[in-house]
């Protein structure tokens, strides 16, 4: 499998992750508790940092096909 395709599925699978993670964290924050843990806050962070540099490359990646003239249009 392609590099690139692997990681469109990558970004794919984490987009799912980040939105269970973010919606835990409205579910824990909605119960009324006081503050929720720590762990349940921060959880969304890590999927979105994944989510901005497999999203940052596959935006530069149509940029680097047409530089290297291998321009594919990848559905």
């Keep these: 499998m392609k590099?690139?395709?692997?990681?469109r599925q990558f970004h794919r699978w984490v987009s799912i992750a980040f939105m269970l993670a973010v919606i835990a964290n409205f579910v824990a924050m909605s119960q009324?508790?006081?503050q929720p843990p720590a762990w349940i806050t921060y959880?969304?962070?890590?999927p979105l940092?994944?989510?901005f540099f497999t999203g940052a490359y596959m935006f530069?990646?149509?940029y680097l096909n047409r530089?290297?003239?291998?321009?594919?249009?990848n559905a």
């Design 3 to 7: 590099v690139s395709l692997w990681i």
């Design 43 to 46: 959880s969304p962070l890590l």
């Design 67 to 73: 530089a290297r003239g291998t321009e594919k249009i």
């Design 32 to 34: 009324g508790n006081g």
């Design 49 to 51: 940092a994944l989510l």
């Design 60 to 62: 530069v990646l149509p």
